[in-house]
């Protein structure tokens, strides 16, 4: 049976020092290409989960596959460089290193992983032109480009980090809630260029937000408190 | 990815916190001049002490302490509890292996100023710092019974030219307490070129003047009633009857233990003689707790430079936090994150060293005539001592150990942390 682009079985993870799981999940699959809206109440563990599927955090039992590696089976240089080959990453705000040009911040993937500067360069002939491109889809003029991140106002710069999550085509593109610091209009234009674009990079999309008036948007949706086991064991533990 | 490329992420980085930074750096090259500094001045110190004397294998006084021997004739501090009587002055120069003596008479001054009396075998003879020979800034040796050559900080201090006429005072108190030698004023034929040693300090007459100016005196105060003017004084018999002390110089080194043993056994009265350098490395055991503290001091500056080192780099990573969770999260490797920390701890403190190595630089040249004038200490400025290369070894492992520290926490934090900063 071909492998889906994010398996996760059986997964228990607790935080060092805590007794009880913060999460228990039986089963979970993302595919290749997917839209999956995650939902849930403020420290339900959504953040956790997402540190869990990039890899960053691994489970006390169980098994997180991306791409069809295991992230248990890989060692810490080995995950790091498999999380920037496969994952783009958008947080909630503050993504941007302030320092550096809205270009240069895009580029950032591509210094760190040969695969995804391949793939710029396939995809756009340099990595140059790859970010330009996905700026321009991101609907930022070339007049900021070059502007340093943080002259750039919070649309902008999430926009950017969309734009540096998708560079280079990853499997999996992540965003912890990236819209909570926009207003309503601004929130919904983010929402149309970035499904665009993950549409066209061809990335599965792993959206977390506690606002569920996107979710229709999204080709899934989950509510985590649903099936996480630990929750429904344990109450309000989270 | 390339070092190039982390190399300028860093400077980037850097100059993006430049003020805060900036300051680092000040301290840094605070600690660095603090630190050199102490240890240029404790260096040189001691070897502008042990130049005060050089070239003069044996010093010969009246038993005492070598130490005191040391402390009066060479640095003309405290007085001799003895004199050693003429004819062994004459004796010592007819010892076998001797090539000169240089008779010293003490015990006057010149408002603070110590008065030594000699011959003109000590211009000959004695020599400072490196075997340097003693040279007139201005005017002429003392040829005249009552002519005076002056060093030149005597000279700088009390506005002294040649051709002035001072008068000198008996014993070594700044005040005078009317105990004075006006009657038989000197006038000044010449001035000594620097030498920072205590001959800067001193004013020279010869053996006979020194004589003639105590000729009309017994037991330190003038006979009443019977003073003899200074024409008439120059006509007296003014060989003197005893010196305080005497530098003797061999013509061959190696002569100097059998010398010294005939000085100590000399038969007519009780001498004795000791090695310059000996008494040197001996009278700097006793001053030594200075150096020592001197050396507590630096290593007090030091702990306390890197402490404030580390702590400007702790308190930067919470700043930094969440940009280093960006470079996580965009694939950058924990050992990348404590590279590029490392980097920038070890670029920051040698920066830091390098301005206050020039800084101190700068405040050597500024300051020296001015410690020159008022210590008698010139500050080396070019040759780095082995202590002062430990050191800066030391300052630059401990900044770079600094900045390790919250590179381990940064990398500690971005495991905690999971790609999100909780802050």
Same mark, same amino acid.
């Given at each position: 049976?071909?492998?889906?682009?994010?398996?996760?079985?059986?997964?228990?993870?607790?935080?060092?020092?805590?007794?009880?799981?913060?999460?228990?999940?039986?089963?979970?699959?993302?595919?290749?290409?997917?839209?999956?809206?995650?939902?849930?109440?403020?420290?339900?563990?959504?953040?956790?989960?997402?540190?869990?599927?990039?890899?960053?955090?691994?489970?006390?039992?169980?098994? /997180?596959?991306?791409?069809?590696?295991?992230?248990?089976?890989?060692?810490?240089?080995?995950?790091?460089?498999?999380?920037?080959?496969?994952? !783009?990453?958008?947080?909630? &705000?503050?993504?941007?290193?302030?320092?550096?040009?809205?270009?240069?911040?895009?580029?950032?993937?591509?210094?760190?992983?040969?695969?995804?500067?391949?793939?710029?360069?396939?995809?756009? !002939?340099?990595?140059?032109?790859?970010?330009?491109?996905?700026?321009?889809?991101?609907?930022?003029?070339?007049?900021?480009?070059?502007?340093?991140?943080?002259?750039?106002? /919070?649309?902008?710069?999430?926009?950017?980090?969309?734009?540096?999550?998708?560079?280079? &085509?990853?499997?999996?593109?992540?965003?912890?809630?990236?819209?909570?610091?926009?207003?309503?209009?601004?929130?919904?234009?983010?929402?149309?260029?970035?499904?665009?674009?993950?549409?066209?990079?061809?990335?599965?999309?792993?959206?977390?937000?506690?606002?569920?008036?996107?979710?229709?948007?999204?080709?899934?949706?989950?509510?985590?408190?649903?099936?996480?086991?630990?929750?429904?064991?344990?109450?309000?533990?989270? | 990815?390339?070092?190039?490329?982390?190399?300028?992420?860093?400077?980037?980085?850097?100059?993006?916190?430049?003020?805060?930074?900036?300051?680092?750096?000040?301290?840094?090259?605070?600690?660095?001049?603090?630190?050199?500094?102490?240890?240029?001045?404790?260096?040189?110190?001691?070897?502008?002490?042990?130049?005060?004397?050089?070239?003069?294998?044996?010093? @010969?006084?009246?038993?005492?302490?070598?130490?005191?021997?040391?402390?009066?004739?060479?640095?003309?501090?405290?007085?001799?509890?003895?004199? =050693?009587?003429?004819?062994?002055?004459?004796?010592?120069?007819?010892?076998?292996?001797?090539?000169?003596?240089?008779?010293?008479?003490?015990?006057?001054?010149?408002?603070?100023?110590?008065?030594?009396?000699?011959?003109?075998?000590?211009?000959?003879?004695?020599?400072?710092?490196?075997?340097?020979?003693?040279?007139?800034?201005?005017?002429?040796?003392?040829?005249?019974?009552?002519?005076?050559?002056?060093?030149?900080?005597?000279?700088?201090?009390?506005?002294?030219? @040649?051709?002035?006429? =001072?008068?000198?005072?008996?014993?070594?108190?700044?005040?005078?307490?009317?105990?004075?030698?006006?009657?038989?004023?000197?006038?000044?034929?010449?001035?000594?070129?620097?030498?920072?040693?205590?001959?800067?300090?001193?004013?020279? =007459?010869?053996?006979?003047?020194?004589?003639?100016?105590?000729?009309?005196?017994?037991?330190?105060?003038?006979?009443?009633?019977?003073? =003899?003017?200074?024409?008439?004084?120059?006509?007296?018999?003014?060989?003197?009857?005893?010196?305080?002390?005497?530098?003797?110089?061999?013509?061959?080194?190696?002569?100097?233990?059998?010398?010294?043993?005939?000085?100590?056994?000399?038969?007519?009265?009780?001498?004795?003689?000791?090695?310059?350098?000996?008494?040197?490395?001996?009278?700097?055991?006793?001053?030594?707790?200075?150096?020592?503290?001197?050396?507590?001091?630096?290593?007090?500056?030091?702990?306390?430079?890197?402490?404030?080192?580390?702590?400007?780099?702790?308190?930067?990573?919470?700043?930094?936090?969440?940009?280093?969770?960006?470079?996580?999260?965009?694939?950058?490797?924990?050992?990348?994150?404590?590279?590029?920390?490392?980097?920038?701890?070890?670029?920051?403190?040698?920066?830091?060293?390098?301005?206050?190595?020039?800084?101190?630089?700068?405040?050597?040249?500024?300051?020296?005539?001015?410690?020159?004038?008022?210590?008698?200490?010139?500050?080396?400025?070019?040759?780095?001592?082995?202590?002062?290369?430990?050191?800066?070894?030391?300052?630059?492992?401990?900044?770079?150990?600094?900045?390790?520290?919250?590179?381990?926490?940064?990398?500690?934090?971005?495991?905690?942390?999971?790609?999100?900063?909780?802050?």
């Amino acid at each position: 049976m071909a492998h889906s682009l994010l398996e996760l079985e059986d997964l228990r993870f607790a935080w060092p020092g805590c007794a009880q799981d913060c999460l228990h999940i039986d089963m979970l699959r993302v595919e290749a290409g997917e839209t999956v809206f995650l939902h849930g109440p403020s420290g339900c563990g959504k953040s956790t989960l997402l540190s869990l599927l990039a890899g960053v955090l691994l489970p006390q039992s169980g098994r /997180v596959a991306l791409g069809g590696v295991h992230w248990g089976d890989l060692r810490a240089g080995a995950r790091d460089r498999h999380r920037v080959d496969q994952v !783009g990453y958008i947080f909630q &705000q503050f993504n941007l290193l302030p320092y550096l040009s809205a270009l240069d911040n895009v580029l950032l993937p591509c210094r760190f992983s040969t695969r995804r500067r391949e793939a710029a360069a396939r995809a756009a !002939g340099s990595p140059q032109a790859a970010a330009q491109r996905w700026l321009a889809g991101m609907g930022l003029d070339a007049a900021v480009w070059r502007r340093p991140a943080h002259t750039l106002s /919070v649309g902008q710069q999430q926009r950017v980090a969309a734009a540096r999550a998708l560079i280079g &085509q990853p499997g999996l593109v992540i965003a912890d809630e990236p819209t909570s610091a926009l207003d309503e209009d601004r929130r919904d234009v983010f929402l149309d260029l970035l499904l665009a674009a993950c549409a066209e990079a061809g990335s599965a999309l792993v959206f977390v937000s506690h606002d569920r008036r996107s979710a229709p948007r999204f080709a899934r949706q989950i509510a985590l408190p649903a099936i996480n086991r630990a929750a429904q064991g344990a109450g309000e533990h989270a | 990815m390339s070092r190039a490329f982390l190399l300028g992420l860093a400077w980037r980085s850097a100059w993006n916190r430049r003020f805060t930074l900036a300051l680092t750096v000040l301290s840094i090259a605070l600690s660095t001049f603090m630190l050199l500094g102490v240890e240029r001045v404790r260096t040189d110190l001691r070897s502008s002490f042990g130049a005060a004397v050089s070239g003069t294998d044996l010093i @010969v006084g009246a038993r005492t302490g070598s130490v005191q021997l040391l402390l009066y004739s060479v640095f003309h501090v405290g007085a001799a509890t003895n004199n =050693i009587r003429w004819s062994s002055v004459e004796a010592l120069e007819k010892l076998r292996g001797v090539a000169w003596v240089v008779p010293l008479s003490l015990g006057d001054s010149h408002r603070g100023f110590p008065v030594l009396g000699t011959t003109a075998a000590y211009f000959e003879h004695f020599r400072y710092g490196e075997r340097q020979p003693l040279a007139l800034r201005e005017g002429q040796r003392f040829r005249d019974l009552y002519e005076v050559v002056i060093g030149a900080e005597l000279a700088d201090r009390l506005g002294y030219q @040649v051709g002035q006429r =001072i008068a000198l005072s008996h014993g070594m108190s700044e005040v005078s307490l009317g105990a004075s030698h006006a009657d038989k004023p000197f006038t000044i034929s010449g001035i000594l070129a620097r030498t920072g040693t205590p001959v800067d300090r001193t004013a020279h =007459i010869s053996l006979e003047a020194m004589e003639a100016i105590h000729v009309d005196w017994i037991a330190g105060a003038p006979l009443p009633g019977r003073s =003899i003017d200074a024409e008439a004084a120059r006509a007296l018999q003014l060989q003197p009857r005893s010196v305080t002390a005497a530098l003797v110089g061999l013509h061959n080194r190696a002569a100097v233990f059998s010398v010294q043993r005939q000085v100590n056994g000399f038969g007519a009265e009780p001498l004795m003689s000791v090695l310059p350098g000996v008494a040197l490395d001996e009278l700097w055991d006793v001053v030594g707790a200075g150096e020592q503290a001197l050396l507590l001091m630096s290593a007090l500056v030091a702990l306390v430079s890197m402490a404030g080192l580390m702590s400007v780099i702790l308190a930067g990573l919470n700043e930094r936090r969440r940009e280093l969770a960006v470079l996580r999260a965009v694939g950058a490797g924990p050992w990348q994150v404590l590279a590029l920390l490392a980097l920038e701890g070890m670029l920051l403190t040698l920066a830091g060293m390098a301005l206050g190595i020039v800084a101190l630089a700068g405040a050597v040249l500024a300051f020296n005539p001015w410690l020159q004038a008022h210590f008698g200490l010139t500050l080396q400025l070019g040759q780095i001592t082995s202590m002062q290369g430990l050191l800066l070894g030391g300052l630059l492992l401990a900044g770079w150990l600094a900045s390790l520290l919250p590179g381990w926490r940064a990398y500690r934090l971005s495991l905690v942390d999971g790609l999100s900063p909780r802050i």
